[in-house]
Every structure is written in C-alpha cells, then in structure tokens.
C-alpha cells in the first residue's frame, strides 16, 4: 500500500499532504469528487461507481492513489499495468482502460497506464496533479516497469481544427506556440509526447483526439 507524507503550497504557506492508496471507506468520496470536476451537462453515469473503484482496489492497489490536504480528500489518480507494443500505437481510453474497470490488468506487462486523474476545482492552485503524477512515477520505478504512458485530450484542438492537423497542433504546443491545458501540464511534469491517437475518447473539444504521452522509467535502458 503506497503511503506518502509530504507539504504542499497554499499561498506560499505550507499545508500537510499525504497520498496514499484508497480504499473502499474512501469511495463515496471519489465519486464526490468527480461530480465536482464534471458537473452537468457532463452524464452523471460516467462518473466512476463503486464496482470501477471496488476492481482498482483490489487489482491493483499500487496504481489507486488519493492525496489528502489538511485530513480531506482533494483529488485521485488511478492506473494499471498493461503490455504496450509501441509499434501499434493507436487505441481508445475504453480499449487500454476496460472502460474503467481494469479488468485486463496485467502484472506481467511492462507499462503503467493512466487510467484517470482528478483534483476537486479548489484545490487546483496548489499542483496536487503534478504530485500525483510524480507518485505514480514512484509506482512505475517500484515495478520495474518500462514507462508511464496515457491519453491526453488535446482539449484546444477545436479551436485550430479547421487550420491544422492534431499532429501540427501538438507540435505547435511543444514549440511553445500554443497553450493546451491538459497536453502543457502534462510537459511540465515531465511527459513526452510519442504520438496521435484518434478516436480516443467521445470529446467535443479535442475532437477525440488524445496526445499518447510518455514518461521513461530512468533505471531502465
């Protein structure tokens, strides 16, 4: 069970933190928290339910984190382990994810993939994404696991579909060019970008285009 103490920035004032793996006394919490991070007209039913959370726990507790602020549950990451072939790269969240169910977790393979991440809106200004993120780089390391690797919705693309490729926009967002919300904070915690995926995920704005971003696990060549 991961179990990480650790202060966090509020306003330049430091504020206890920990993250941790959840657990089932936690779940009517994460599915709060994902109704304040995808309020209406977002579909209630895709927020996570209890037997989702219930198969993170028990599949794969290592890859089910939350991080705590102050004793409250402010956010949550969740992974699993599969066996990627970089040579077939294109595939949808619901393919790599089982829908969020993880059913297809596998110990045997060699890539932790991001099933979701979540931080309650109030919480955002203090970066508790980013030390979710570098937990889950301590998870990949733990395993001995070749890479992190997940979808990021290029959550800007609608504005530049009519001009640009996905390819041509992500590469805009490398060369500082452009700001994506979602593909820029995955950058600035250390993601690299290998590749497009189409048809990632159903999502207006990203036209259901996701960056396939990585991150290298450094003790493995």
Same mark, same amino acid.
């Given at each position: ?12 004032? !430091?504020? !206890? #933190? ?12 994460? *599915?709060? *928290? ?5 309020? !209406? ?12 959370? #219930?198969?993170? *726990?028990?599949?794969? =507790?290592?890859? #089910?984190?939350? *991080? ?12 699993? %382990?599969?066996?990627? /072939? ?14 969020? @169910?993880? +059913? ?8 932790? @993939? ?32 070749? +890479? ?11 504005? =530049? ?7 041509? @926009? ?25 590749? %497009?995926?189409?048809? @990632?995920? /159903? ?6 285009? =996701? ?11």
């Amino acid at each position: 069970m991961y179990h990480k103490s650790l202060y966090v920035m509020n306003e330049g004032k !430091p504020v !206890p #933190a920990a993250i941790r793996s959840y657990t089932e006394q936690d779940f009517d919490e994460l *599915i709060a *928290i994902q109704a304040e991070c995808f309020p !209406p007209p977002y579909p209630p039913e895709l927020w996570w339910n209890r037997e989702q959370l #219930a198969n993170h *726990i028990r599949l794969f =507790a290592d890859g #089910a984190l939350c *991080i705590e602020v102050g004793g409250k549950l402010a956010g949550s990451m969740t992974g699993l %382990i599969v066996d990627y /072939d970089p040579a077939a790269p294109n595939h949808s969240w619901d393919q790599m994810t089982d829908g969020g @169910y993880i +059913r297809n977790h596998n110990p045997a393979g060699d890539t932790l @993939y991001v099933v979701d991440l979540c931080v309650r809106p109030q919480y955002r200004k203090l970066r508790l994404g980013q030390w979710l993120m570098f937990s889950m780089y301590d998870v990949v390391v733990h395993h001995r696991l070749a +890479r992190l690797l997940g979808g990021g919705r290029l959550s800007g693309y609608h504005l =530049a579909a009519g001009d640009m490729t996905p390819e041509q @926009y992500l590469d805009a967002v490398v060369r500082g060019e452009r700001n994506d919300p979602v593909i820029s904070f995955m950058l600035r915690v250390g993601r690299t970008p290998v590749g %497009i995926a189409r048809d @990632y995920l /159903d999502d207006e704005e990203s036209c259901n285009c =996701a960056a396939l971003m990585e991150w290298r696990n450094p003790f493995r060549r």
